[in-house]
Nanobody, 124 residues
Framework: QVQLVESGGGLVQAGGSLRLSCAASGRTFSSYYMGWFRQAPGKEREFVAA????????YHAGSVKGRFAISRDSAKNTVSLQMNSLKPEDTAVYYCAAGPVARSVISPREYDYWGQGTQVTVSS
């Protein structure tokens, strides 16, 4: 049974930093992409960042490029999202996801497995 468990969310002031982690278990992810998505109240789920597990190639949304960085630790089977220079508009529930991604890393439909989400709140 595949499990993705996020941790590290919380409340932070604008300009601050947080580090999210996703512990993955239940299968081999070497052929998968791992992604972070977020969803704010009343908005659709949006792509934040993704990493190809085998190669380590990364992808970041334009809105977070230069501020957020996705990484993975193969030994620990974890994926992290380092978030710096946080803004109030980054406030959302952040989800970890895993999937084979045949076409587009930014599409939630490409991901088969999802975590329960962790809340990130950035105060102004």
């Amino acid at each position: 049974q595949v499990q993705l468990v996020e941790s590290g969310g919380g409340l932070v002031q604008a300009g601050g930093s947080l580090r999210l982690s996703c512990a993955a278990s239940g299968r081999t992810f070497s052929s998968y992409y791992m992604g972070w998505f977020r969803q704010a109240p009343g908005k659709e789920r949006e792509f934040v960042a993704a990493i190809e597990w085998s190669s380590g190639s990364t992808y970041h949304a334009g809105s977070v490029k230069g501020r957020f960085a996705i990484s993975r630790d193969s030994a620990k089977n974890t994926v992290s999202l380092q978030m710096n220079s946080l803004k109030p508009e980054d406030t959302a529930v952040y989800y970890c996801a895993a999937g084979p991604v045949a076409r587009s890393v930014i599409s939630p439909r490409e991901y088969d497995y999802w975590g329960q989400g962790t809340q990130v709140t950035v105060s102004s």
